[in-house]
């Protein structure tokens, strides 16, 4: 994460460098944008593997952090702690959420927020399938 990091910084530098006119101001440009998104995948892969999160349903998600986040708010061990809190290392689902909300710049209240109103105010009969999401959350 530190070298990504430190691409980052030189990018950025580089650009802030470029005269509006030059050529290759375009591909400094996109190239930052290409770490950008570089950094913020590898460092929510790195999130959940550091919090023992690797599975193969979390990986795919990385790309789209809000709603990888609101899955880790419905992880099976947050039901299970509930029934059994000794004994078991669970996961920590809000430090995880935290990291990656940070890495990917998100609001972390409003995921909050929405998945309040999903579980206390849901929009289906209890047991019927069914998903809310909140406008502007999980783009």
Not at 61 to 87: D, T, W
Not at 89 to 98: F, G, R
Request: hydrophobic share 40%; aromatic share 8%; proline share 6%.
């Amino acid at each position: 994460m530190s070298s990504l990091k430190f691409c980052l910084y030189l990018a950025e530098r580089w650009l802030q460098n470029i005269p509006p006119q030059d050529e290759t101001r375009e591909k400094a440009q996109a190239l930052l944008k290409k770490l950008h998104l570089q950094f913020r995948r590898s460092g929510t892969e790195a999130v959940l593997i550091a919090h023992k999160l690797n599975t193969g349903e979390y990986l795919r998600a990385i790309g789209k952090p809000a709603h990888l986040i609101v899955s880790l708010y419905e992880h099976p061990s947050i039901n299970q702690r509930m029934q059994n809190s000794s004994g078991k290392d669970y996961p920590d689902i809000h430090a995880a959420a935290k990291e990656i909300a940070e890495v990917n710049e998100i609001n972390l209240e409003k995921i909050w927020d929405m998945l309040l109103e999903k579980w206390l105010c849901p929009s289906t009969a209890p047991g019927a399938v069914g998903t809310h999401w909140a406008p502007g959350v999980m783009e």
